[in-house]
């Protein structure tokens, strides 16, 4: 509360601003499974991925496409997992673009043939986004758990430019690989790529656990944004369409992210059972999410008790509350706030003002000593989800 | 610097412009991202089409609305800030 010495708390109630009309949820990320060659110890996906239910049949699938393209979705992620195991994936490509989606395959690359990437052009697949571990061939194979991954990425990116889509390639950055963000770099435009995702690494799921092995130092990210920034004006000048989106970890913050912009904003998340989220790291908070098998989309998206969780601003507690800064970032992540201090409703700590900051700077700190190498990073695989699901 | 209007403009690879029912307007969309057009953007962008060079697309715009004296500059403009962005190719 202020420290007004008032005790009434509605007149503080009475500032907050009104709660903003929900908008349309343009983006639907469908997280075909959880299923998935590669062993990424920064993987997303929940660290109990193993013991999740069934997956949605295609034509569970189709329901939600239908309902959230009716209601505005217009970017439709196909997403995992390696979406590329599901059998079925070229007939959800299909009935997604004759919706009029615009459909965005994101994959390892592993278990991409040429065969596919054709298949997927007749049924109208719009783009395909390829993921890296490292740019060169032995770090990513470490990182990916596959000795035959790089080369593979490698080819498949290229027959993807072969067959005439525009291409992203994503590559999260970390404290392992993000020194060579030169020879990154340099290797996606090789690749002509479009657009380039330099992702430092988000600290959510599997990352979260194996965070201080792989949080890069203030040093590191300081010299990689620099380099980074000379090669985006290298290819202004060269009017090279190739656009580099780089992707600061919020760790070295003041203030914290617009995180989705906003809970239940435009960001609409469904997992591989049918559990429809805000985001894809809201799983493991404590709040009652709905399925898609109970529940349509409409209902899901404007009346579930999940998705109003913290939409406007009556949930904020200090210092969120009285802050001027609320309607630019939403008190942050709420993930975050709940994996780091406790309580989902809490400001997200990267922020200064919050009092559990210390857990960032402590952070911060521990990323000038680490030792941790690669191969004692705890990897995202089956016997490893059960075992943490376990304890 | 003039503007060759004897160019032809399509759409980069991989952008699609389309009418969205529930945002009552022109959208181009494109990998993970999307831009709402205004009106005079979603006119210009309807014609672009890879046949019509971008005198043509003055012209039939003209013929719609021939009270607009700056029409071609405003088309102009829209092109030079569509090529700069790497929506559109002028070829």
């Keep these: 509360m202020l420290s007004t010495g008032s005790n009434l708390p509605d007149s503080v109630s009475d500032k907050l601003p009104p709660k903003p009309e929900i908008g349309l949820p343009l983006w639907l990320l469908a997280e075909l499974t959880y299923r998935c060659p590669l062993q990424c110890p920064y993987c997303s996906n929940p660290l109990d991925f193993a013991e999740q239910g069934k997956e949605l049949t295609t034509e569970q699938w189709i329901k939600v496409f239908r309902e959230a393209r009716e209601m505005g979705a217009a970017q439709l992620g196909f997403s995992g997992g390696e979406p590329l195991v599901r059998q079925d994936l070229a007939e959800l490509i299909a009935e997604a673009r004759k919706l009029g989606f615009y459909t965005n395959l994101i994959t390892s690359g592993i278990g991409l043939t040429e065969q596919k990437i054709s298949d997927f052009k007749k049924a109208g697949l719009d783009h395909i986004q390829i993921s890296f571990q490292a740019s060169d061939e032995q770090v990513n194979n470490l990182l990916a758990g596959s000795k035959k991954a790089f080369a593979q990425k490698l080819e498949m990116a290229r027959a993807v430019k072969a067959h005439g889509y525009p291409m992203v390639l994503n590559f999260v950055t970390h404290r392992h690989n993000i020194d060579k963000i030169d020879q990154i770099i340099e290797l996606c435009i090789a690749l002509e790529a479009d657009f380039v995702e330099l992702a430092t690494c988000q600290f959510y799921g599997w990352a979260q656990l194996n965070r201080v092995g792989l949080l890069p130092t203030k040093e590191q990210l300081v010299s990689a944004e620099r380099i980074t920034n000379e090669y985006r004006a290298k290819l202004e000048a060269e009017g090279h369409p190739c656009k580099l989106i780089f992707v600061t970890p919020d760790y070295y913050e003041e203030r914290p992210k617009a995180c989705m912009n906003g809970w239940g904003s435009i960001f609409l998340t469904v997992t591989p059972d049918g559990t429809a989220l805000p985001c894809h790291g809201a799983r493991q908070m404590p709040v009652q999410f709905p399925n898609v098998r109970d529940h349509s989309m409409q209902h899901i998206w404007y009346d579930s008790f999940g998705f109003n969780r913290f939409r406007g601003y009556d949930w904020m507690p200090e210092p969120c509350r009285s802050c001027d800064e609320k309607e630019k970032d939403f008190g942050g992540c709420r993930c975050q706030a709940f994996m780091l201090t406790g309580d989902a409703s809490n400001a997200d700590p990267v922020c200064s003002k919050s009092e559990h900051h210390g857990v960032i700077l402590k952070a911060r700190e521990e990323a000038e000593h680490a030792t941790q190498t690669i191969e004692q990073l705890a990897f995202r695989n089956e016997r490893n989800s059960r075992l943490i699901a376990k304890s | ?91």
């Design chain 2, 1 to 91: 610097m003039s503007f060759d209007r004897s160019k032809t403009p399509t759409w980069r690879t991989g952008y699609r412009f389309q009418y969205e029912q529930a945002q009552k307007g022109h959208v181009l969309l494109y990998p993970e991202g999307m831009i709402k057009l205004n009106d005079s953007a979603a006119l210009i962008g309807g014609l672009i089409d890879g046949q019509r060079d971008v005198a043509a697309i003055i012209a039939e715009l003209n013929m719609q609305f021939p009270d607009v004296p700056e029409l071609g500059e405003d088309i102009e403009q829209f092109m030079e800030v569509a090529r700069a962005q790497h929506w559109i190719e002028l070829a």
